[in-house]
């Protein structure tokens, strides 16, 4: 017999949900014959597995060790050497400087995104033991765009996972950008259009008017810092769709330092040969969170901040006076 008692990152979940990850490799009529047997019981008694499971429920499995073993679900872990650049932290979520270059998430089974640096460090810190991985993986709320770097969020635990991953898609937190354009912008703007994206290409187009498929979208900005030819630029996004800093930007005739799908090519190989440019010169820069309550109170109003990469930096003191 085997004993889980569920903790608080498993719980608020159906139990027949919770064993299929325990038993990963078990089929569902598996799980649901050893339910109605009873060879499965919650806090002692006979489940259906629509229960919802509470912190401290104890669930008994009176299987063989080797059927356990057999059906249970291996976790891979991948070494990662690289350190992450950890802003902030508290007990429910990470905040990272994500370096450009890095995937937010998975693309192809294979890549090594910033999810699985969250939960090596995880792991290697102890806040986090393999057997725990198989119940609730700790995960990122918000993406960038592989060559954007700069401030992600991560959930620690199932409670900062989602309170977190609302505030990003109720557009609660304030969230601002730093880039780097061709030609001078004098004064702040707030711009609009209409954003459709080729999901065949991973572009999207912005046009003034609506169309079929086109999603309206706001992007704010406020010149910093001014040159001949570049402006230093802090973005808002109002609206947050796919690439609409770097498209909006260049379909004003700004366009990004180093952005090779929207940006100037010319310009691109200029700083390609002078200073090894490969990636568009887009910062997430600020966070600012609203009012919260509860478990998140302390971090009501904060505003996190993380300073770009070097590159970055070299570039900006190349082009602009301080």
């Keep these: ?51 919802k499971t509470q912190v401290n429920d104890e669930i008994r499995l009176f299987l063989s060790e080797e059927t356990i073993q057999n059906f249970s679900q291996a976790v891979t872990v991948v070494p990662i050497k690289q350190e ?17 270059g ?23 810190s102890g806040q986090l033991t393999e057997e725990q991985l198989i119940t609730f993986k700790p995960g990122i709320c918000n993406r960038l765009d592989r060559n954007t ?20 898609r109720e557009r609660k937190l304030d969230k601002y950008y730093i ?30 008017k609506p169309g079929p498929n086109q999603s309206p979208i706001q992007t704010e900005y406020i010149p910093i810092n001014l040159s001949t030819g570049f402006t230093l630029l802090k973005v808002k996004l109002i609206t947050g769709k796919t690439h609409q800093i770097r498209a909006h930007l260049s379909s004003i005739g700004h366009p990004i330092l180093g952005d ?9 190989a200029k ?22 309550g509860g478990a998140f109170a302390h971090l009501s109003t904060k505003t996190v901040k993380a300073e770009p990469e070097e590159l970055f930096l070299k570039i900006q003191e190349s082009l602009f006076v301080s």
Excluded: W
């Design 1 to 51: 017999m085997k004993l889980i008692v569920v903790e608080k990152n498993e719980a608020g979940q159906r139990l027949d949900k919770l064993l299929m990850k325990l038993l990963g490799k078990a089929p569902k009529s598996f799980i649901y014959k050893m339910l109605r047997k009873k060879n499965i019981t919650l806090n002692g008694k006979k489940a259906e597995g629509s229960e």
């Design 84 to 100: 992450l650049s950890v802003i902030y932290e508290d007990s429910e979520i990470l905040i990272i400087n994500k370096p450009a």
């Design 102 to 124: 890095l995937l937010s998430q998975k693309a192809e089974k294979e890549d090594i995104s910033l999810v699985e640096h969250v939960q090596a460090y995880l792991l290697e």
């Design 149 to 168: 770097s700069g401030l992600v969020v991560a959930g620690k635990t199932l409670a900062g996972l989602q309170v977190m991953s609302e505030l990003f």
């Design 179 to 208: 880039c780097i354009v061709k030609g001078v912008i004098k004064e702040a703007k707030r711009i609009t259009g209409y954003l459709a994206k080729d999901e065949r290409t991973n572009k999207v187009t912005i046009t003034q």
């Design 260 to 268: 090779t799908k929207y940006g100037d090519e010319a310009l691109n």
């Design 271 to 292: 700083f390609k040969r002078s200073h090894r440019l490969n990636h568009q010169l887009l910062h997430a820069y600020e966070l600012t969170f609203p009012e919260l």
